[in-house]
């Protein structure tokens, strides 16, 4: 039996689980048919109901949101988590930051900022910055990750057939949270950032592990991520990236300046296939996070909500504009005109000045050296001059000799070799003579 449409068109977007399972947006009250009689009589007490309600002390969000303590995750969507729901001292190994129900969020930047200057080290860091000869370096930097592998296919074939049957399953099981049904531009703005910043820390750890996440691959991610890590928020696209190379410099096993470049590019690819691939990778996130015993709250906090509202709530033209200002800012910073070492606030250029200057200095001290070096070697020949008369019949039956140097050398140490050696044994012939005699002296002296 074939049933035909009611009306003929593509239904799109039926491969993402998270906008089938939407819930139903509940009606608006609307008001039955009200006759007003008096309509002057009708206005003068709305305003009196108007006046009586601005008297009155209505508290501001921002006033009950204080009065509650700070909110953390997913558009500040959490409070108390740490404090009433999670386990005791899952905080300290999930998080850096030590109290989260308590911090504001300029406490958390404040003390994020501290916290990296102190395990900064530029031992690490100058050991890095030559990785060509690394093999997990060069393994990374050949690696074609899945978002480079279907790029060709993803543009020829329908968006039915973009996820693994394990991948859509996986988008129908999720428990999808409720979010707010509408939001402001500037929480879309700070949500997309920090999406960036998740994909950023997730790059690093897939190409280092060539795509198979290893024990350690929930802390990579998490330490990475501002945002899983401190519960951090950016509002600038600038902001995020410096932000994000800066921890690459401190807290991964390569702590390289072009290697993190390396990935924000990455993300940019990531962002050229839309909004699938970034599912895509947010789902591999929330299998690292979920195997975890340390981070699998981050799921909960961001990983979940970031799902449905991708789905739901951001279009494809959204990904797009948003991976033209990367680029742009990308192309910026290869041009030398933003996030330049010297932005980052970790002294990388002295640094580096200095490891110039103490490899400078020795090698003018290495050519003080050989020059003390010659100079000597003309004293000592100045002093040779005088012995070199009484050696001149030795040189010049050397130079009659017509085999080669390294021949005669080699001969003149196995003939004084040999003359040792036949000393050697006249010597203990000698001394077996004198030791036989010295019995036979005792016999003669006896008789």
């Not at 204080?66 to 995750?73: C, D, K, N």
């Not at 740490?82 to 109290?99: I, N, V």
């Not at 690490?124 to 899945?146: F, Q, S």
Request: proline share 4%.
């Amino acid at each position: 039996v074939t049933l035909a449409k009611q009306e003929p068109a593509i239904w799109p977007d039926l491969d993402l689980m998270g906008t089938l399972m939407a819930p139903k947006q509940p009606k608006s009250n609307q008001r039955g048919g009200i006759e007003i009689l008096d309509e002057s009589s009708y206005v003068q007490q709305q305003q009196q109901d108007n006046e009586e309600i601005q008297q009155q002390e209505t508290p501001s969000i921002s006033d009950i949101r204080i009065a509650l303590g700070p909110h953390y995750g997913f558009m500040n969507m959490h409070s108390g988590v740490f404090t009433d729901l999670a386990r005791e001292g899952l905080a300290a190994e999930m998080l850096e930051l030590q109290y989260p129900d308590t911090a504001s969020p300029q406490e958390r930047r404040d003390l994020r900022l501290e916290k990296e200057l102190e395990d900064f080290d530029c031992n690490r860091y100058l050991g890095d910055l030559d990785v060509e000869d690394d093999y997990i370096y060069l393994t990374a930097m050949n690696m074609k990750p899945h978002w480079q592998r279907h790029h060709e296919i993803d543009e020829t074939t329908t968006s039915t057939s973009f996820f693994t049957p394990e991948e859509s399953a996986q988008l129908a099981s999720i428990p999808y949270p409720l979010l707010p049904a509408n939001s402001l531009p500037e929480q879309d703005e700070s949500l997309l950032l920090g999406m960036l910043d998740i994909l950023f820390a997730y790059v690093n750890d897939h190409i280092m592990t060539d795509g198979d996440p290893t024990i350690e691959s929930s802390w990579t991610v998490c330490i990475l991520s501002s945002t899983l890590s401190w519960l951090d928020e950016f509002d600038s696209l600038e902001l995020v990236v410096g932000h994000c190379i800066r921890r690459a410099l401190i807290y991964p096993y390569l702590r390289n300046y072009e290697l993190a470049m390396y990935c924000w590019n990455q993300v940019a690819c990531i962002l050229k296939q839309k909004r699938r691939c970034i599912i895509r990778c947010l789902l591999q996130v929330r299998n690292i996070l979920n195997r975890s015993e340390c981070h699998y709250l981050g799921n909960r906090l961001f990983i979940d909500p970031y799902l449905v509202w991708i789905q739901r709530h951001v279009t494809d033209a959204q990904v797009s504009s948003l991976c033209r200002r990367l680029e742009i800012l990308l192309e910026g910073a290869e041009q030398g005109k933003v996030l330049q070492k010297e932005s980052l606030g970790l002294d990388l250029l002295k640094l580096e000045q200095l490891i110039q200057e103490g490899s400078d200095d020795g090698g003018s001290s290495s050519g003080e050296s050989e020059n003390g070096d010659s100079s000597e070697e003309e004293s000592s020949s100045s002093s040779d001059d005088s012995t070199d008369s009484s050696t001149d019949i030795n040189e010049d039956s050397r130079c009659n000799d017509q085999r080669p140097a390294f021949t005669r050398l080699l001969d003149d140490e196995i003939g004084g070799s040999m003359l040792s050696l036949d000393k050697r044994l006249e010597n203990l012939n000698l001394q077996m003579d004198t030791k036989a005699e010295e019995p036979k002296k005792l016999v003669e002296e006896l008789n």
